[in-house]
């Protein structure tokens, strides 16, 4: 079954200060990462490096997972040709 999940790394925090959202996809046990057109500020961030719930990004992060997770369901559902 595939996840997938927002993620921000740390180490890779720009000038400007903000983080890159990533999106992590996992499938047996393979993980691959896509790099999104959204950034965070770290005032929308919890201490624990998760985003802020309410927030726009983490409203635009949703739409962005749960449209994925759409495509996939639709590759599922599609008969072999």
Known sequence: MLTIKPEIKAGERKVDGTYNI????????????LSTSLFIKPEEMTRTGNFKKGTIIY????RLV???QAD???ML?????
Do not use: G, M, Q
């Open 77 to 81: 559902e599609c008969p072999s040709v």
């Open 72 to 74: 996939d369901n639709r």
């Open 59 to 62: 409203k635009e992060v949703e």
């Open 22 to 33: 990533k999106l992590r996809f996992t499938l047996s046990r393979k993980v691959k990462r």
């Open 66 to 68: 749960a449209a994925y």
